[in-house]
C-alpha cells in the first residue's frame, strides 16, 4: 500500500488550421479579420482554443467586419470583449468545439463514479481492472485523515491485508505460470478486483468540451461536492483559466468554490 496524491496533465487541446482558415475568410469577404495575424493575435498554440471559440461565433453571425451581413454595422475587435459577449448572451453552443484532454492520474473509483455522471460533450478511457491487475493498492487520504493517527494505523493495516489477499490470490490461481492463457487471467483478475477498495486509486483519459467544463467546473468545486472531485477540478480550473483566460476568467474562488460570472452557458 502506497499513499498516493491525485494528479491532473492537460495532454491535449485544440490546434488550429490556419492555412485553411485563411482561404475560407478570403472566400468570404472576411479579409479584416487575417490583420490580426500581422499582429500576432492569431499565431500563438497557447490561443487556439480560444480562436477557435470566435471563429466559429463570427461565422454564426457572418460579423468578420462590418457590412458583411446588412445586420451587423459595427464588430467587437478585441477578443476579450468578443467572447466575453459570448459568455454573457449564453452563446455556449460554440464553445463546444473547443475540446481539452486530459490525463487524471491517482484518483479513486469513488471519484470516476462521480465523473461520468457528465456525459454531454465527454469522452473517457479508464483503466480496465478487468484486464489490469492489482499488484499493489495505491491509496489518497485527505489531510483530515492523515491527522488521526489512530484511524491512519487501522485503515493501513486493513489496506496491507487486502493487498497481501489480492497477491495470495494470484498465486492461489497460479496466474504467473508458465502457459497459463490471457483468458483465463482475464477472469481470474475480473474476480480479483471485488476484493479491492472502491477508493484504490486509477487513472483515465477525460475528454471535455468547454460548455461542459465550465459546467462541471461550477459543480464539482461547490462546497457540497465530495472532497476528491472537488480538490481534483479545483486543478482543473487552475490549468483551464491559465490555457484559455478569456473562457474561464469570469470565475471567482470562494473558498475552494469556482463560481461563474456567467452560468449556464
Known amino acids: 500500500m502506497k499513499r498516493v496524491e491525485p494528479q491532473v496533465r492537460l495532454i491535449s487541446r485544440p490546434q488550429l488550421d490556419y492555412e485553411a482558415i485563411t482561404d475560407y475568410l478570403k472566400e468570404v469577404g472576411g479579409e479584416s479579420w487575417?490583420?490580426?495575424f500581422d499582429r500576432g493575435e492569431l499565431d500563438d498554440h497557447l490561443n487556439d482554443p480560444q480562436n477557435l471559440a470566435e471563429f466559429a461565433g463570427r461565422l454564426c453571425y457572418r460579423s468578420w467586419e462590418p457590412g458583411l451581413n446588412p445586420n451587423v454595422t459595427r464588430v467587437r475587435t478585441d477578443q476579450d470583449a468578443y467572447l466575453g459577449n459570448i459568455l454573457s448572451s449564453l452563446h455556449g453552443s460554440v464553445l463546444e468545439?473547443?475540446?481539452?484532454?486530459?490525463?487524471?492520474?491517482?484518483?479513486?473509483r469513488v471519484l470516476t463514479h462521480e465523473l461520468i455522471r457528465h456525459r454531454p460533450g465527454v469522452?473517457?478511457?479508464?483503466?480496465?481492472?478487468?484486464?489490469?491487475?492489482l499488484s499493489d493498492l495505491p491509496f489518497w487520504f485527505?489531510?483530515?485523515?492523515?491527522?488521526?493517527?489512530?484511524?491512519?494505523?487501522?485503515?493501513?493495516?486493513?489496506?496491507?491485508k487486502m493487498?497481501?489477499?489480492?497477491?495470495?490470490?494470484?498465486?492461489h490461481f497460479g496466474l504467473d505460470d508458465e502457459g497459463v492463457k490471457f483468458a483465463e487471467k482475464k477472469h481470474k483478475t475480473s474476480f480479483m478486483r471485488r476484493f479491492a477498495p472502491e477508493g484504490v486509486a486509477t487513472g483515465l483519459v477525460w475528454t471535455a468540451n468547454v460548455r461542459t467544463l465550465r459546467h462541471t467546473l461550477e459543480a464539482r468545486t461547490a462546497p457540497g461536492a465530495e472532497?476528491?472531485?472537488?480538490?481534483?477540478?479545483?486543478?482543473?480550473?487552475?490549468?483551464?483559466r491559465q490555457e484559455a483566460p478569456a473562457l474561464f476568467g469570469d470565475y471567482t474562488v470562494e473558498d475552494g468554490a469556482?463560481?461563474?460570472?456567467?452560468r449556464k452557458v
Request: glycine letters at 4%; a negative charge; charged letters at 25%.
Open 227 to 240: 472532497e476528491e472531485i472537488r480538490l481534483l477540478f479545483h486543478r482543473i480550473g487552475e490549468t483551464l
Open 34 to 36: 487575417l490583420g490580426r
Open 123 to 133: 469522452a473517457v478511457s479508464q483503466e480496465s481492472l478487468r484486464f489490469v491487475r
Open 163 to 171: 493487498e497481501e489477499f489480492q497477491l495470495w490470490m494470484a498465486d
Open 97 to 108: 468545439h473547443v475540446n481539452f484532454g486530459f490525463v487524471l492520474h491517482n484518483v479513486s
Open 142 to 160: 485527505p489531510d483530515w485523515a492523515q491527522d488521526d493517527p489512530e484511524l491512519m494505523e487501522r485503515a493501513e493495516d486493513m489496506l496491507q
Open 258 to 262: 469556482w463560481v461563474p460570472q456567467w
